[in-house]
């Protein structure tokens, strides 16, 4: 089975912020005293834009019993950046945005199980998925200020949604449907839809990790990887063997709109 693009992607970018960390950490020790006397609390609120990449995955992928290869679909998304400084090295961040997650995937199953008039049947072949989500979006971050200038944010925290639509199709193309695992009642002969659209939850958590660059005085770009730590389905849904779960990467632009400030 080929690994899933998605997993190296994130992999790769949790590995680059770790480097980041690792290069710009800690200030020298003489510029510490300097910038506590220097230091002005405050509060900003920032519009943002931006995009995800990645979508609903399969955990674990040896559930699937062969290839899943993914295709995400570029949307924009729409927020605001919030954080409050109250030392010269950390700070506190929320990114409250708007976003639609979409995805389209072929993949090659085994005995993937589903509602058939009423009934539980089997389905091994081939097969093609289509998943959207429009969703309501806030992680909220704890940040690290790197850097002689404090230009660089390493953050870490949690993110919750609100799951506004979603839809997720199943079009099995070839193969065969059975009463039971392994057993062919009979063989496709025209594609078959299966929607479990219905079978979707209103709701993800997880995880959040990120990189943010202040490129301008004003202006900011992140890179963030938020991996899902439920099933996107409704407890209970055992339609399949395995888990879905949201693995994205996202990269942003903001500007620091409104900035008070207090000593």
């Known amino acids: 089975m080929r690994s899933c693009?998605?997993?190296?992607?994130?992999?790769k970018s949790l590995l680059s912020i770790l480097l980041t960390m690792a290069f710009f950490w800690m200030p020298a020790p003489h510029l510490a005293a300097q910038e506590t006397d220097s230091f002005t609390s405050s509060f900003c609120i920032a519009p943002q834009i931006g995009t995800d990449i990645g979508g609903t995955l399969p955990i674990p992928f040896s559930a699937i019993g062969g290839a899943f290869n993914a295709y995400p679909k570029l949307n924009a998304t729409l927020g605001a950046r919030f954080f409050l400084n109250l030392h010269p090295r950390w700070s506190f961040g929320a990114n409250l945005s708007y976003k639609t997650i979409a995805m389209d995937a072929d993949a090659r199953v085994t005995n993937q199980k589903f509602k058939g008039e009423n009934i539980?049947?089997?389905?091994?072949?081939?097969?093609?998925?289509?998943?959207?989500?429009?969703?309501?979006?806030?992680?909220?971050?704890?940040?690290?200020?790197?850097?002689?200038k404090r230009q660089h944010g390493i953050?870490?925290?949690?993110?919750?949604?609100?799951?506004?639509?979603?839809?997720?199709?199943?079009?099995?193309?070839?193969?065969?449907?059975?009463?039971?695992p392994d057993r062919m009642d009979s063989a496709l002969s025209s594609p078959r839809v299966m929607d479990f659209s219905s079978l979707l939850d209103k709701w993800d958590v997880g995880?959040?990790?990120?990189?943010?660059?202040?490129?301008?005085?004003?202006?900011?770009?992140?890179?963030?990887?938020?991996?899902?730590?439920?099933?996107?389905?409704?407890?209970?849904?055992?339609?399949?063997?395995?888990?879905?779960?949201?693995?994205?990467?996202?990269?942003?632009?903001?500007?620091?709109?409104?900035?008070?400030?207090?000593?």
């Not at 693009?5 to 992999?11: L, Q, S």
């Not at 089997?122 to 959207?132: D, V």
């Open 120 to 148: 539980d049947q089997y389905f091994t072949g081939t097969s093609e998925m289509s998943m959207s989500f429009q969703i309501l979006e806030l992680p909220v971050y704890v940040e690290f200020l790197a850097g002689s």
């Open 155 to 180: 953050q870490v925290g949690i993110f919750g949604s609100l799951v506004m639509s979603s839809r997720f199709i199943t079009y099995a193309t070839k193969g065969f449907i059975g009463s039971e």
């Open 207 to 263: 995880v959040f990790a990120g990189y943010q660059a202040r490129i301008f005085t004003r202006i900011k770009m992140g890179l963030h990887v938020m991996i899902g730590m439920k099933d996107v389905f409704l407890p209970g849904s055992d339609f399949f063997d395995y888990k879905m779960k949201q693995v994205r990467g996202s990269v942003t632009v903001s500007y620091d709109l409104i900035r008070i400030c207090q000593r």
């Open 5 to 11: 693009y998605f997993c190296n992607m994130v992999r």
